[in-house]
């Protein structure tokens, strides 16, 4: 294995989508040749094309997944929701990001509790994917794919 300093490589032959232009890895990389693991991606480049970018591979009773270099934010995320999915974990509003944050709990009852908190300065809108449930505050209920507005530097909680 070498590494190598750089300032930007595409990848190919990638396992997930990235947004045009976002699917590279950049300040540097290994030239990693797996033996056992799943090449994710490799380098689109012509004298490292051959050595894998990510990989993939079982690792005891779990996996293990290897960047060789430092992705694009969008590889990145493209990368963990790939894993997640595989996984099995519930992607509880995974496409929600900075500034609006999101919990869930289960209250004494034993009903699932969703926190939506919007850290900004505008008011966002948000669809909520799950089952039914009222908005503590207001009271009103949102069924899945119904749409809610959060105010700015607010909150709004759910019970399923």
């Given at each position: 294995?070498?590494?190598?300093?750089?300032?930007?490589?595409d990848?190919?032959?990638?396992?997930?989508?990235?947004?045009?232009?976002?699917?590279?890895?950049?300040?540097?990389?290994?030239?990693?040749?797996?033996?056992?693991a799943?090449?994710?991606?490799?380098?689109?480049?012509?004298?490292?094309?051959?050595?894998?970018?990510?990989?993939?591979?079982?690792?005891?009773?779990?996996?293990?997944?290897?960047?060789?270099?430092?992705?694009?934010?969008?590889?990145?995320?493209?990368?963990?929701?790939?894993?997640?999915?595989?996984?099995?974990?519930?992607?509880?509003?995974?496409?929600?990001?900075?500034?609006?944050?999101?919990?869930?709990?289960?209250?004494?009852?034993?009903?699932?509790?969703?926190?939506?908190?919007?850290?900004?300065?505008?008011?966002?809108?948000?669809?909520?994917?799950h089952?039914?449930?009222?908005?503590?505050f207001?009271?009103?209920?949102?069924?899945?794919?119904?749409?809610?507005?959060?105010?700015?530097?607010?909150?709004?909680?759910?019970?399923?």
């Amino acid at each position: 294995m070498a590494l190598i300093l750089m300032e930007r490589v595409d990848l190919k032959d990638c396992r997930f989508e990235t947004a045009p232009g976002e699917n590279y890895m950049k300040a540097w990389m290994e030239l990693v040749t797996p033996v056992t693991a799943e090449v994710w991606a490799s380098y689109d480049h012509p004298h490292w094309g051959d050595y894998a970018a990510i990989t993939h591979n079982k690792y005891g009773k779990g996996t293990a997944t290897y960047f060789a270099g430092y992705p694009s934010m969008e590889v990145m995320k493209q990368m963990l929701n790939k894993v997640v999915e595989i996984s099995g974990i519930e992607k509880d509003d995974s496409e929600l990001s900075f500034p609006v944050i999101v919990r869930k709990g289960t209250n004494e009852k034993g009903k699932t509790i969703r926190y939506y908190f919007n850290y900004s300065a505008s008011p966002v809108t948000i669809q909520y994917n799950h089952k039914k449930a009222k908005e503590l505050f207001s009271g009103k209920t949102v069924g899945n794919g119904d749409s809610f507005t959060i105010n700015v530097w607010d909150l709004a909680i759910f019970e399923e």
